[in-house]
């Protein structure tokens, strides 16, 4: 009887340990393109997503003000009890991931190092294009990890800041955003890459008019596909998996105007947002 209470003790652990959310956030609502890969790969986890909507967009802020941030939402989400932490905002994960990885008592993932080793991977030519956010790439990051993993890779960068306003706007294939498009593009283009990473959560949704101007033979790498991969990989092996086939819980937090939150949102992972809370951080 005795040794029957500790089995069913240690299960009911087990199964409260691997049922705890995986925590997601991102400066805004770019990071809910990597929140809908994550619901299809692995769809009985509960989620708890951030999206510091009050202080977006993080792209143009310095270096300090962005640890600044990601301190305080790391510890809002380590608070409820994540079991992983991926961080979907390129520009955080390019300046402030140190900071938050000290700060975490469980796994952190990026988006950089996932998207770094699937164009290293599919790069037949070893001429790599990125394109992100003003910080992204001033910071210099994915250039470092595509080095990392193979240091004769060419690397193009170019810096897109108008694209996460057209994509939170809804223009994914307007004739002002293909305009845009076209001109940030011609440089790297002209550098004749293989493979273009898209290094920013918002840029998922430009795909088929980005795919459209670079021309079918470059290979689009799609930041929320690659942390999918590493974090259904990463839970297979800790054996974190919940092991509750019930509806997951969804848990969206934002730290301003939750209803323009819902709205895009629910654009972004094309189905409806129910749990949608306003957080003061």
């Not at 997503?49 to 640890?67: C, H, L, Q």
């Not at 689009?220 to 999918?228: F, H, K, N, T, V």
């Amino acid at each position: 009887m005795r040794f029957y209470l500790k089995y069913q003790r240690s299960i009911l652990i087990s199964f409260v340990k691997t049922n705890r959310p995986i925590g997601i956030f991102d400066s805004g609502i770019g990071g809910l393109t990597v929140v809908r890969t994550l619901m299809e790969r692995l769809p009985f986890e509960n989620i708890i997503y951030f999206g510091d909507t009050a202080r977006v967009p993080y792209g143009i802020k310095s270096v300090e003000t962005i640890n600044h941030y990601a301190s305080q939402i790391t510890d809002f989400l380590i608070k409820k009890d994540v079991k992983l932490l991926i961080v979907a905002c390129n520009t955080m994960a390019a300046v402030a991931y140190q900071t938050i990885k000290e700060l975490s008592d469980v796994p952190v993932l990026e988006v950089i190092e996932a998207s770094a080793k699937s164009a290293a991977k599919d790069t037949r030519t070893k001429s790599i294009g990125v394109i992100g956010t003003p910080a992204t790439i001033n910071s210099n990051a994915y250039a470092r990890a595509i080095r990392l993993l193979d240091g004769e890779t060419k690397i193009f960068s170019q810096a897109c800041p108008l694209f996460v306003p057209l994509v939170e706007e809804g223009w994914f294939d307007h004739p002002a955003t293909r305009l845009i498009a076209q001109e940030y593009l011609k440089p790297v283009i002209a550098e004749k890459i293989d493979t273009l990473v898209l290094g920013c959560t918002h840029y998922p949704l430009l795909k088929p008019l980005l795919q459209d101007i670079v021309g079918q033979k470059v290979k689009l790498i799609d930041s929320a596909e690659a942390m999918a991969d590493i974090a259904a990989d990463l839970i297979d092996k800790q054996n974190i998996g919940n092991k509750n086939s019930h509806t997951p819980d969804y848990l969206f937090c934002v730290s301003d105007v939750p209803y323009r939150f819902q709205t895009i949102g629910e654009r972004f992972l094309g189905r409806t947002l129910s749990r949608v809370e306003l957080v003061r951080l």
